[in-house]
């Protein structure tokens, strides 16, 4: 513009502050969002929210297994994309898939999970009347009409917002107001975040829960996920540099 090679409407209309390619500076996690982010406590995550999830039922052993793959920190979309063949049951349980940007992605199977995943494969594999298969979908949907209350075995669901109002619906019986499926991975990360020994030191450092988490980058998770909490570091600090 100041050669007068181009159009100064043009210059204007590009540094303008509704154009869409201008950089957009990074937020703290859904700060865009109509409701806050969430990061639940240990107990209200594994006390109040599965809480509500009878596990004598196919519908509540069902909702628990999302819950707890939520928390272990699986986005939605690997959630209902996960099928048999991902579930390596052996002697160090783990689940295995390729997740975003096609990074293989691992969560270790702890003993509480285990056990539910047991059970649930149970149920499922009498609900179809023959053994799973490795495409089998794992987490499957209910019934609609006459079924509601039933789960429609091997058939998975249709979108993440299925899977949202799972959640939704969930937390609100628990009495914990509104959470979203990705107030879960939050859940994760202030959880391991928040666990310290004695003196306060961290059990698990940033890389750490990146990569439990999957990110790319750290800055991803530090920003978004860990940064917003109050954990005292600089009280600490103080204490040490006094």
């Given at each position: ?55 004598s039922s196919d519908v509540g052993c069902r909702d628990e297994l999302v819950l707890r ?82 789960i429609s075995w091997g058939r998975p669901f249709k979108t993440p917002a299925s899977v ?27 959880i391991l975040h928040r666990a310290v020994s004695e003196d306060g030191a961290h059990y ?39």
């Amino acid at each position: 513009m100041r050669q007068g090679e181009c159009d100064p409407a043009l210059v204007e209309e590009l540094t303008s502050r509704d154009n869409p390619l201008r950089s957009t500076p990074p937020l703290y996690g859904k700060l865009q969002g109509f409701y806050p982010a969430r990061w639940l406590t240990h107990d209200e995550a594994y006390g109040s929210l599965l809480g509500t999830c009878d596990r004598s039922s196919d519908v509540g052993c069902r909702d628990e297994l999302v819950l707890r793959l939520g928390l272990a920190g699986m986005r939605v979309a690997e959630i209902i994309r996960l099928t048999i063949g991902d579930l390596r049951l052996g002697p160090e349980p783990t689940i295995e898939w390729i997740g975003k940007r096609n990074r293989p992605r691992k969560v270790a199977i702890g003993p509480a999970l285990f056990e539910l995943v047991d059970d649930y494969m149970s149920r499922y594999s009498n609900g179809l009347g023959r053994p799973l298969e490795p495409s089998d979908p794992v987490v499957c949907r209910q019934k609609t009409g006459g079924g509601v209350g039933l789960i429609s075995w091997g058939r998975p669901f249709k979108t993440p917002a299925s899977v949202a109002r799972l959640v939704g619906l969930r937390a609100e019986e628990a009495g914990l107001g509104h959470m979203s499926p990705h107030d879960s991975r939050r859940t994760a990360a202030g959880i391991l975040h928040r666990a310290v020994s004695e003196d306060g030191a961290h059990y698990f450092d940033l890389l750490d829960i990146q990569k439990v988490l999957g990110h790319a980058n750290p800055a991803t998770t530090m920003r978004s996920y860990i940064d917003p909490l109050d954990t005292g570091v600089i009280r600490r600090a103080a204490q040490v540099l006094d």
